[in-house]
């Protein structure tokens, strides 16, 4: 699906509207990758800001982003990238405090 602002939907479409895994490509060519339902973000996904260098991973609900993580990835060839770098976590474990909080929201979308 080509829009009028220069962004663009490759995937699944149901009921005219964005429903399933997809792609959106943003005009400035950020982009998200992952679930949608009812033509909003929804479960879990990635959002590259190619334009920052920084990619951000987790679970979405209604558009909004609700729990994940944020890296540099490839901040340093982005042509616009943020004054500093994002720092280490310093969790104990990260990962399951991340999984616990990505199964609540999962557990509520359903």
Request: aromatic content about 14%; overall charge negative.
């Amino acid at each position: 699906m080509y829009y009028t602002d220069g962004n663009i939907y490759e995937g699944e479409w149901y009921d005219d509207k964005c429903n399933g895994q997809g792609m959106l490509r943003l005009s400035n060519e950020n982009r998200y990758e992952g679930s949608w339902r009812d033509g909003k973000k929804n479960g879990p996904g990635k959002f590259f800001y190619l334009d920052k260098g920084q990619l951000y991973e987790g679970v979405w609900v209604d558009d909004i982003a609700k729990c994940g993580t944020m890296k540099d990835f490839g901040r340093d060839g982005a042509p616009d990238p943020t004054q500093y770098p994002i720092p280490t976590i310093k969790l104990a474990d990260p990962d399951a405090v991340l999984a616990d909080a990505e199964d609540q929201f999962l557990q509520e979308q359903d």
